[in-house]
């Protein structure tokens, strides 16, 4: 009896990953807890080897192996760095966050590399099977992490709210790709393609319904309008470093599985989906932009302010171009490295027995740290899109694409919510610069974590002042 | 009516009562027995469509350890069902509404005419299906079938990190200290001067 | 005359004929329960330096017979408050698997009620469905004694199931096939080929879990007189209580059985391949020295004597030690010997290369 043993190269970094990830859930085992840096040296480590990996092993064409259920291809290349990058960050920012609050253990780290393999998973994900794994991998993970922390009833109520609604989201999903199989008769993406397209034009009652449900399961992961109920309860319940965490790298994920479902797999239902895309858009700028504004927790309302950049990033999807999928990544990416940092200062200004949570805890920033401050001003204006950040190129991108596929009311519709959003992201540069502090000192941070935040808050006009750069990496990605 | 077919109707008839008694008896015991006799069930259907390694596997895996564990869990937290209830009544009608809305949608929409469906060709009688399935896991599913593996093991280690903690001051019994205990540890003998009048 | 028995046999509908095959496997099980609860008796009566009954027939020989006619006519008590149906179900559903996996052991090549191919998996399926009888009658009996067996009960065998799923993982690696008969056929050519030899770690797992798995001495806290009671059965008495009985010798001889075939080559002779081939021709004796189902009985009737012997020999584990054993001993004892075994087998080294 011999086997066929399959392509493994293309799928090194995962494995990479994995080994890794084992390896120090063992080696964690044998630490003391003043050792315990040699673990997060360990993680660092496996992601800055995993991007190292990814690109040794690249190359410009696209390769399918493990019977079509992996591919490794520009995109999923591109995509995997870039979780690697914000992965470390992540890590970074939430070392002495964890310390202070005794939660600095091995199991953050295990989990948090068991969600980067299960992100990996998702943006080479093939077929609906794999698809589907890699995205309950992710999930399984972040469930366990905002439940981390088990002394605070809050965190716990979000790990339940996450874990439920996540699961009923995962049927859905699974329940339409089980229409698709089917159907189809397949369950490897570009085969249902194909068979979409040679029946293009006659789609049957159970090929929609499969696809309101397909659309539904990632409206719900994605936290898109009416499906965001879980968001705000469960970026304010979970850790900082856990929020920081869903927050910044599952919406590359998020965008790689959109592409691969909707833009790959369902290309030729690209009229019906459009129109799903153009509701969930509408209505996720509107609810994320008005509510953000009454919210005095600055956790609650980033949670809000991701909802309607989530209606961004479907804004770019939905145009169904190549420019519009480049458009989406861009913003992406963009988004996830302003969360990261966001959500990175408010680790910065915690400390022992004590959340900078509070938009007041804001207040006369700039008296306390100027340069604090002004990173926290670039994230914001970014956030807002005010130029020349990169925040304003990457919507100014996606409301191109929006345009170009003649959907000009829905350009300025979007244009009126970023305005209203711009009313909330300033208030907080109001509150740094011309409010007066209460008298607290800030925690004195170690140089690495003020080194990574003011090069995340330059980054943002950096890239605003040279976008072509990402500009180019994210239609390279997309492909011609 | 062929035997197959009879004993077909006998196990759906059984499944189905078994479903819907798991979902409306009072006692979640009963409730849980009932689901395993519902999964008892249905491995018995597969079984009858030659697929015996499911089948199998679903009692041995489903029947014999995890409703096992879900029993020890409902005996040990004795569910107050009564306070569960409490809405039921009242939500009946509109939860009724809904489920019939959906029903009649799902009839209209999803029928087996849309699907690929062919009759499972019968099985080579050379090659048991759990030979082929160990084969095609092995070979065509093998990245999927590790990343099952995968999460299996973050769910341990999730299971493991949300549980167990050393919580200081609670009065842990370790019966193998307690054994190890010698007398010495336990008496002291003083030698005291014997009281003076 | 054989001819005209087996046109007779082959006319008969299929129904009866099943019907035929299950009550002559059944009978002589049934049997050998009733005397093995004597030999238990007996065997440990002579460990313990005493006679054991010796009072009803010759040399206590009907001791069993009047053990049941008392049994049976004893008054079924069924507790207040205690969920009937179920309380009643309890026995039936801890005897049920007992007898039903059986179906799938051969006696001889060939010799078996339904040759199927997942029968280990089957074996498996069914001694795990074992403990619901133990769970619902310790639940059903609405009594505290009989709730805690039944929880130590529920634990025990899902920890002891694991590590036997894993030796017999090894068996399945070794033969290539889930089918009993293919398993012992796979051992045949000698008795250095025997599973026990190249399988010992996972043997001795097998029959520890086995031990575990049917509630016996050491392993027996889910009855513990001395703690418990008497455990899950602690509210039955009657034909009631002798149906648990039953299960428990039922599932000892199963066992002791499945361990002869999985590992010690089943009816296949110890003397394959040492003795030349001239000397099986033998009339009678070669009979006796060839393979067949003797050997079988031989092998299984060791195991079940070792049964009785633990119980005489060894105290009661204490409970966490039992999850302790399981857990961190056996489990990882099977992963590391499974792990070698697949070495072995990619080298082709050991019985299976061919």
């Known amino acids: 009896m011999s086997f066929p043993i399959p392509d493994l190269v293309p799928a090194i970094p995962e494995m990479f990953v994995l080994a890794m990830a084992c390896t120090i859930l063992v080696v964690d085992l044998f630490l003391k807890d003043d050792r315990r840096d040699v673990t997060y040296g360990l993680t660092q480590f496996t992601l800055f080897g995993a991007l190292v990996l990814t690109w040794i092993v690249h190359v410009p064409e696209a390769r399918v192996t493990f019977s079509g259920s992996f591919i490794a291809d520009p995109l999923s290349d591109t995509l995997k760095s870039f979780i690697y990058v914000i992965a470390a960050g992540v890590f970074l920012y939430s070392r002495p966050y964890l310390k202070e609050r005794g939660l600095f253990k091995g199991e953050y780290y295990v989990l948090g590399l068991f969600a980067v393999l299960g992100m990996l998973v998702m943006v080479s994900a093939y077929s609906f099977v794999t698809l589907y794994l890699g995205l309950e991998l992710l999930s399984l993970c972040l469930y366990a992490l905002v439940a981390f922390d088990r002394d605070s009833g809050r965190a716990s109520e979000a790990a339940m709210k996450y874990f439920i609604l996540g699961a009923l989201a995962s049927g859905m999903l699974l329940y339409g790709m089980s229409f698709l199989y089917g159907l189809s008769g397949s369950l490897e993406i570009p085969v249902v393609a194909e068979y979409l397209i040679a029946n293009a034009g006659q789609f049957s009652v159970p090929l929609t319904f499969a696809l309101v449900f397909v659309v539904v399961g990632l409206a719900f992961k994605l936290g898109a309008v009416p499906f965001h109920m879980w968001v705000p309860d469960v970026y304010h319940g979970a850790p900082t470093p856990v929020t920081l965490l869903i927050g910044s790298a599952p919406k590359i994920a998020g965008f790689a599985i959109i592409m691969r479902l909707l833009a790959d797999g369902l290309g030729a239902m690209h009229a019906d989906w459009q129109g799903m895309l153009v509701l969930l858009a509408v209505l996720s700028l509107a609810v994320g932009n008005l509510i953000a504004i009454a919210q005095t927790n600055i956790k609650r309302m980033l949670a809000y302010s991701t909802i309607s950049h989530v209606g961004f990033l479907l804004l770019g999807i939905l145009a169904g171009t190549q420019e519009g999928y480049a458009a989406a990544l861009f913003y992406t990416v963009t988004y996830a490295i302003m969360a990261m940092g966001g959500f990175g200062m408010i680790i910065l200004l915690s400390r022992q027995g004590f959340e900078a949570e509070n938009l007041d805890d804001f207040k006369g920033l700039n008296e306390r740290n100027p340069w604090l401050a002004f990173m926290m001003l670039l994230l914001m204006f970014s956030m807002a899109g005010v130029p020349p950040t990169v925040g304003f190129y990457a919507k100014l991108m996606v409301l191109q694409a929006v345009v170009q596929i003649g959907m000009t009311w829905l350009a300025v519709y979007a244009v009126i919510f970023s305005i209203v959003g711009a009313f909330y992201y300033l208030r907080v540069v109001k509150l740094m610069y011309f409010d007066k502090p209460a008298d607290e000192p800030l925690p004195v941070r170690g140089l690495d974590v003020t080194v990574v935040m003011s090069v995340n808050g330059l980054l943002m006009v950096v890239l605003g002042i040279f976008p072509g750069i990402l500009m180019s990496i994210a239609a390279l990605a997309v492909g011609p | ?197 | 005359m054989t001819e005209s028995l087996m046109t007779f046999w082959n006319e008969l509908p299929v129904l009866i004929q099943i019907l035929v095959k299950i009550v002559a496997l059944l009978l002589p099980l049934m049997g050998t329960v009733a005397y093995y609860t004597l030999a238990e008796r007996k065997i440990i009566g002579y460990m313990q330096v005493r006679l054991g009954p010796n009072r009803v027939g010759p040399r206590g020989a009907l001791q069993p017979i009047a053990d049941a006619l008392k049994l049976v006519f004893k008054e079924i008590i069924i507790p207040s408050n205690a969920s009937r149906l179920l309380f009643l179900s309890a026995p039936v559903l801890a005897f049920a698997p007992a007898l039903a996996a059986w179906a799938v052991v051969p006696f001889d090549d060939g010799m078996v009620l339904a040759d199927i191919n997942a029968g280990l998996l089957y074996i498996l399926a069914l001694t795990s469905l074992g403990v619901y009888g133990v769970i619902i009658a310790g639940w059903a009996s609405n009594s505290k004694y009989a709730l805690l067996g039944a929880m130590r009960s529920a634990a025990q065998i899902v920890s002891y199931e694991i590590a036997m799923g894993f030796a017999l993982v090894g068996v399945l690696m070794a033969s290539g096939s889930l089918n009993l008969g293919e398993i012992v056929n796979a051992q045949g050519g000698g008795f250095w080929n025997w599973f026990i030899v190249w399988l010992f770690p996972l043997f001795l797992v097998y029959v520890i879990s086995g031990v575990a798995e049917t509630n016996r001495s050491p392993f027996d806290v889910v009855e513990g007189e001395s703690e418990i009671v008497a455990g899950f059965h602690v509210e039955y008495s009657g034909m009631a209580f002798a149906v648990f009985f039953l299960a428990e010798y039922a599932n000892m001889i199963l066992i002791s059985a499945l361990t002869a075939l999985l590992f010690l080559g089943g009816w296949l002779s110890p003397l394959q391949g040492i003795l030349p081939d001239a000397a099986f021709s033998l009339p009678v004796i070669g009979w006796l020295l060839d393979s067949g189902i003797h050997w079988l009985l031989i092998k299984t009737a060791f195991f079940m004597f070792a049964f009785l012997w633990y119980r005489a020999t060894f105290p009661r584990y204490r409970y966490d030690q039992i999850m302790r054993l399981g857990w961190k001993v056996l489990i990882p004892v099977t992963i590391v010997w499974i792990f070698v075994e697949g070495v072995l087998v990619a080298l082709k080294i050991g019985p299976w290369s061919a």
């Not at chain 2, 077909?8 to 015991?29: C, D, H, K, Q």
């Not at chain 2, 519902?38 to 499911?54: R, V």
């Open chain 2, 1 to 197: 009516m062929s035997f197959q077919l009879a004993m077909f109707y006998i196990f759906s008839a059984i499944l189905v009562g078994a479903a819907a008694a798991m979902i409306t008896v009072r006692n979640p015991v009963h409730a849980a027995l009932c689901l395993v006799l519902a999964f008892f069930t249905s491995a018995a259907l597969w079984i009858m469509m030659e697929a015996e390694f499911l089948g199998i596997v679903l009692v041995l895996v489903y029947v014999g350890a995890v409703m096992v564990l879900f029993l020890f869990v409902v005996m040990m937290l004795d569910v107050n069902i009564a306070r569960l209830r409490e809405g039921f009544i009242r939500f009946l009608p509109v939860g009724a509404l809904v489920a019939a809305a959906m029903a009649v949608v799902m009839i209209m929409v999803v029928g087996a005419r849309h699907f690929r469906i062919e009759p499972p060709a019968p099985a080579a009688t050379d090659v048991g299906n759990t030979e082929m399935l160990g084969r095609l896991i092995y070979t065509e599913y093998v990245y999927p079938f590790e990343l099952a593996a995968v999460i299996l093991l973050v769910a341990i280690v999730a299971a493991i990190t949300l549980t167990l903690r050393r919580r200081p001051g609670t009065r842990h019994i370790d019966p193998a200290e307690q054994v190890k205990v010698k007398r010495e540890d336990r008496i002291r003998i003083v030698k005291m001067e014997a009281e003076k009048k």
